[in-house]
């Protein structure tokens, strides 16, 4: 385990895991599926396109 975490600082990301993956097969299933996540803000731009419509500066303007 010690040279497993030694080696990461020197071996590439790809190489670490083909040569110690084995051994962590739990972890390299969660890895991949992390990995395989499309990263997006499309969900908060929805969120945040609601909430203007509702606060808007005319709406929100104090008498």
Do not use: Q
């Not at 972890?27 to 945040?48: A, D, H, P, Q, R």
Request: charged content about 25%; aromatic content about 12%; proline content about 2%.
């Amino acid at each position: 385990m010690d040279t497993a975490k030694s080696s990461r600082k020197i071996m590439l990301p790809v190489e670490w895991w083909d040569f110690y993956g084995d051994g962590c097969l739990e972890l390299k299933k969660f890895v991949i599926c992390v990995l395989s996540l499309t990263c997006s803000s499309s969900g908060c731009e929805c969120n945040w396109s609601a909430f203007e419509m509702v606060h808007t500066k005319k709406r929100n303007r104090l008498r």
